[in-house]
């Protein structure tokens, strides 16, 4: 979060589940001391309407498709590349937000 606070100017709006991280002092800490950041939270359950989803399913059918692993080490490797990689793709992250319902002003 503080890297995406570097580098981006204006306002900044993270969408998050329910995820337990996302409570945390440290992430309570920056929200309170960036007036820049804002968080909108998606229901309990809502598969369709979280953009990560997308991305999962992104790099099931792109990133990791066909890909056996030798073994969890492997396996974790991999994803990670090719998490990172959808991570570098805006076509990719837009495509992920516009395929939900969410409506987000600059990127849907």
Not at 15 to 34: C, F, Q, T
Not at 83 to 88: I, P, W, Y
Request: aromatic fraction near 6%; charge should be negative.
């Amino acid at each position: 979060m503080r890297d995406l606070l570097r580098e981006v100017r204006g306002e900044i709006i993270f969408i998050w589940d329910g995820w337990s991280a996302h409570k945390g002092p440290e992430v309570r800490a920056l929200l309170k001391d960036d007036p820049r950041a804002s968080v909108r939270l998606l229901p309990a359950y809502a598969p369709e309407l979280n953009p990560v989803e997308g991305v999962w399913c992104h790099n099931k059918q792109v990133g990791l498709r066909g890909f056996v692993a030798e073994d969890t080490d492997d396996l974790y490797l991999e994803t990670g590349a090719a998490l990172r990689q959808a991570a570098d793709s805006q076509q990719v992250l837009r495509g992920c937000v516009k395929e939900t319902p969410l409506r987000i002003v600059g990127v849907t």
